[in-house]
């Protein structure tokens, strides 16, 4: 059976033999986007933003990577459509086509600023909050899912996998933030515009089955429904102890049995995920509160949150080799614990970019401090760049998304232009972030195609310009 990871390097095999051709061609920095009739969606609104930040981009190559790469979501991964007559948006993740709840969350989020100006993108917006709710609707535990709803899975790794794989589901890989990334969105968009249509009573029945699914993975009362086993020679792929995933005490944390790189977790109270979830359920609160005036359900969402943030206080953290407090990787509620970090968000990295953490917070400068040294084994230093990578594509790959936060996290000029010059050499020619590349050859890239990570680098640029002009002007 082909698996995921055979697939991707099989992309980026592709990938680097199409290299090699382009880096001939990107002086002349021609766009890589779509032409204009075989983009899936335009908005007039994203590209005056384009032309704005354009204008303000002095450096050359960074301004063709910011247009190739800050629309890539819209030209590229957007499929809009009806359902009872309303908006329908089907995001797909990029060269794979199914919805990461994560994903399409996260590749939406550098537009929403936009949304007040383009009507048409505001039903974007409406409609993939919409889809979402569906997916959770149909599993809570599921992190991917079909454009079709009665459709069986066509990801040829997950086909024999040992779970309950119900019509609609692409994946069932349980991870606390397939959740929190649709509660994150909804928020921000209702704080963006203040338009109560998406927040119906689909949505609220979803934003109840994520709350429950939250409480019955703090696993008070045995392992809950959830299990899952496939069959690869990849040991994260799968879940030990009959699909139930690594013991873990019962201490109020939200157990995950995958972290966001969609890898099993080593201890499965998943920190980062644990307190984007704390951020997430109050964000939950706000809305539910202020565009529907449901206060049972806001209560419920709060009641949760103090739960977790509680045990976060208790189990949350770890004293580290010379004894100062860091915020931990995961843990066992044992007094186990493993410090590292992932390039996926939330990382530790990214707490302070989710707003789980105040970016001054020195225990979490700390801890980011030292995710991005030695003492991460997932840290690495090459030739072309250094950043963090993760087990997902193996050793050496530095993420190019983990650069972007560096950059975002960093409070000094001199730390963004690095950033800013190892994203340029990664890009190996095809003015896109890729998913990683090599430590010491940008040429040898996973997935060509990765809107995530295109979107991230546009929110980035976005960020600069407000506020560091002098870093990009």
């Known amino acids: 059976m082909i698996d995921r990871r055979t697939l991707i390097a099989a992309a980026g095999a ?6 090699t051709p382009l880096r001939a061609a990107a002086p002349a920095f021609a766009s890589k986007r779509p032409v204009p009739s075989a983009r899936k969606f335009t908005s007039k609104a994203v590209e005056r933003e384009i032309a704005r930040v354009s204008a303000k981009i002095a450096e050359p190559e960074l301004r063709w990577m910011f247009q190739n790469c800050y629309p890539n979501t819209l030209d590229t991964t957007v499929e809009m459509g009806t359902v009872d007559g309303r908006p329908d948006a089907f995001v797909i993740t990029g060269d794979i086509p199914c919805l990461w709840l994560r994903d399409s969350s996260a590749q939406m989020q550098p537009y929403l600023h936009l949304v007040r100006e383009d009507k048409a993108l505001r039903d974007v917006f409406r409609g ?3 889809r979402q709710a569906r997916c959770i609707l149909i599993d809570p535990y599921a992190n991917a899912f079909m454009k079709d709803p009665t459709a069986k899975t066509n990801l040829s790794w997950a086909l024999q996998d040992q779970t309950v794989m119900k019509p609609g589901v692409a994946e069932r890989k349980w991870e606390v933030d397939s959740l929190c990334y649709p509660m994150r969105l909804a928020h921000n968009y209702w704080r963006e515009t203040r338009d109560a249509v998406p927040f119906d009573a689909l949505w609220a029945d979803a934003a109840r089955a994520s709350i429950r699914t939250f409480s019955e993975q703090q696993r008070k009362d045995g392992p809950g429904p959830y299990s899952f086993r496939r069959s690869s020679p990849i040991p994260h792929e799968s879940l030990m102890l009959d699909g139930f995933g690594p013991p873990a005490k019962p201490v109020g944390l939200i157990h995950s049995m995958f972290r966001p790189s969609d ?4 201890y499965p109270l998943f920190i980062p995920a644990n307190l984007f979830a704390v951020t997430a359920l109050r964000q939950l609160a706000i809305v539910a509160g202020e565009a529907r005036g449901d206060t049972a ?9 103090d739960e977790v943030a509680a045990a976060l206080r208790k189990y949350g953290q770890m004293r580290d080799t010379d004894g100062q ?13 493993v410090f590292m970090d992932d390039a996926n968000v939330p990382s530790l990295s990214g707490l302070a970019y989710l707003g789980c953490v105040d970016a001054a917070d020195p225990v979490w400068r700390r801890t980011a401090d030292r995710a991005w ?5 997932y840290f690495f230093k090459g030739k072309a760049a250094e950043g963090i990578g993760g087990p997902h594509v193996g050793l050496r790959m530095i993420w190019p998304m983990a650069i972007i936060m560096r950059a975002m996290n960093a409070t000094d000029d001199a730390t963004i232009r690095q950033c800013l010059g190892w994203l340029k050499a990664s890009h190996a020619g095809t003015g896109f972030m890729h998913e990683a590349f090599d430590m010491d050859d940008p040429a040898k890239f996973t997935r060509e195609w990765f809107a995530w990570a295109n979107g991230l680098f546009g929110e980035m640029m976005l960020g600069l310009v407000k506020t560091r002009p002098g870093v990009v002007g």
């Open 14 to 19: 592709t990938a680097f033999a199409a290299a």
């Open 325 to 337: 407090t860091v915020w931990a990787y995961e843990v066992d509620g044992y007094g186990n614990a």
């Open 263 to 266: 890898d099993a977790c080593l």
């Open 373 to 377: 040294s030695d003492r991460n084994p």
């Open 128 to 130: 993939l909050i919409a």
């Open 297 to 305: 359900l806001a209560a419920d969402a709060i009641a949760l949150a």
